[in-house]
């Protein structure tokens, strides 16, 4: 019987090894190829007029902010606009243009068949301001689009100005070639991405909704082509945001009845101390962790370029997943893509040494999985708090995790095959993007919203985001504007093959 068992046993195991080999061996490893822009692509003209667009300090300034920092930036809004108009005539020509909240632009390229669903092109305007105390730091000033060592410098090359003067610079050309596609194509730079959009494409997707326009896709920043940013992986990786985090801050409020110092209760029933213990017991009830969704499917395009042993995880999920969970979870980059995140960002209480406050305040920040919601985050956080004398609401400005767009769709499919052909040797992955961007907005009139640009970045160029010297190279200007041509191409070429 034992010998039978082990017989067995032994079989078993050989079938599992057959399994997972053959599972690997299908999967080809990839190969590194130069990507490069076509010679009609003028990359230096291109990046010229980033430099320009660069020049107006289109910065979002959250509600209350000193109104002549305010008065600067809708000056350069519109300074901004003006500019467009006049660097971009066939573009301004062949579109109708409306303004939502004052400065957010929508043009619209009429197609010429109706019965096709509208594509949305989205980018934004409007930039970050610059960190006090860091304006030294910049190689060159900020906002002076200097053109350099082969970059254009300033803050919005990568967010996001690049992606944008590249979309309009690839409809510009087609214009003049006499291209009009077959579907209508809208393109929206938002002038409040920044701070949520809530003026911007929020209200264009309301105004859209009221007039039955419904999207085929939309397509925004969110994702770019990694160098050298995951372990392991040789080639470059394009990651395509196919869903996005959501997010709630919890107000913990902790009562006691205060009083001198000198006669305290027991630390643990003070305000400060009660406080202290919900946000520990926060901490310790950490939410669920799986390796699904976005993420697994990210982890599945990559297996081709990996080493063997490394691929041979990647394609066997189904019985490696707990691994790879685990070396997920020892970064906070990748532990943020396997579930809802907790982030303590304020703490008040007190105002005096000698007194006891009544009552103390936290405020905690958690990026919802889209496996959870924003109800259930809340039940979590006071079943784990567990304390009658501890208060906890939601602050304003929830905002759920979006729904996962389709990989298997036309919108998907068609950006990946741009990508290959744009940037040959590149991988195309989809993944869960943990902040947040103003494309959820469209998510009433369109199932798909894909979150990508075709900007090169590497590991020092992860700081440049929102950070200082911000820069995007002239040939990579070019390479994303003729993405954008191609885009548009493919795009028409499908839908008069239909």
């Avoid at 692509?41 to 291109?46: P, Q, T, V, W």
């Avoid at 509208?118 to 301001?129: G, T």
């Avoid at 925004?220 to 709630?248: F, Q």
């Avoid at 490394?310 to 490696?320: D, E, I, K, P």
Wanted: proline share 6%; glycine share 10%; charged share 20%.
């Amino acid at each position: 019987m034992l010998k039978r068992i082990l017989i067995g046993g032994g079989a078993l195991l050989l079938l599992l090894a057959a399994v997972v080999m053959g599972r690997t061996l299908m999967i080809p490893a990839a190969s590194l190829a130069e990507a490069g822009a076509p010679a009609s692509i003028d990359a230096e003209g291109a990046a010229g007029r980033l430099a320009q667009a660069i020049r107006f300090p289109t910065i979002s300034h959250q509600r209350g902010a000193d109104p002549a920092d305010i008065a600067r930036s809708n000056a350069a809004f519109e300074g901004f606009r003006d500019w467009m108009e006049v660097t971009y005539p066939a573009f301004t020509d062949a579109t109708s243009r409306e303004i939502f909240g004052g400065h957010t632009l929508l043009y619209r390229w009429e197609g010429e068949d109706g019965a096709l669903e509208p594509v949305l092109l989205m980018s934004h305007i409007d930039v970050v301001p610059i960190a006090p105390g860091t304006e030294d730091q910049w190689e060159h000033p900020p906002f002076s689009g200097v053109i350099a060592d082969g970059y254009v410098w300033g803050r919005g090359t990568i967010d996001n100005k690049g992606s944008l003067i590249a979309m309009v610079e690839a409809a510009e050309l087609l214009v003049k070639r006499g291209f009009r596609p077959q579907r209508t194509i809208y393109f929206a730079f938002g002038h409040d991405e920044e701070i949520g959009g809530g003026e911007g494409n929020k209200a264009i997707a309301a105004a859209l909704m009221e007039r039955g326009v419904r999207l085929a896709w939309v397509k925004d920043e969110g994702g770019m082509i990694g160098h050298g940013l995951l372990p392991g992986v040789s080639v470059p990786v394009a990651t395509i945001g196919v869903a996005e985090k959501g997010s709630i801050s919890l107000d913990i409020i902790a009562y006691s009845k205060g009083g001198h110092s000198s006669m305290p209760s027991p630390a643990a029933q003070t305000a400060i101390g009660r406080l202290a213990r919900a946000v520990e017991r926060i901490g310790d009830a950490p939410f669920e962790s799986r390796v699904d969704g976005a993420t697994r499917g990210m982890i599945e395009s990559l297996a081709p370029a990996v080493p063997f042993l490394q691929r041979m995880v990647y394609a066997n999920l189904w019985l490696f997943e707990p691994v790879v969970r685990g070396v997920m979870e020892r970064h906070p980059t990748s532990a943020a893509q396997l579930q809802t995140t907790i982030a303590p960002t304020i703490i008040e209480g007190g105002n005096k040494e000698n007194v006891l406050p009544p009552e103390a305040r936290a405020v905690v920040n958690f990026r919802i999985h889209p496996r959870d919601t924003a109800a259930g985050v809340l039940e979590h956080v006071r079943k784990a708090v567990d304390d009658p004398e501890v208060k906890i609401e939601p602050l304003d400005g929830v905002r759920e995790a979006s729904s996962v767009s389709n990989i298997e769709g036309e919108g998907y499919r068609l950006i990946t095959r741009v990508i290959g052909e744009n940037f040959p040797g590149t991988i195309s992955a989809p993944y869960l993007v943990v902040g947040g961007t103003d494309s959820r907005h469209y998510l009433p009139i369109t199932d798909n919203v894909f979150r990508f640009i075709p900007i090169h970045m590497g590991p020092d160029d992860m700081a440049r985001f929102h950070g200082t010297n911000e820069r995007v190279s002239v040939a990579n200007m070019g390479e994303a504007v003729a993405f954008y041509v191609r885009l548009l191409e493919m795009l028409d070429e499908d839908d008069r093959a239909r």
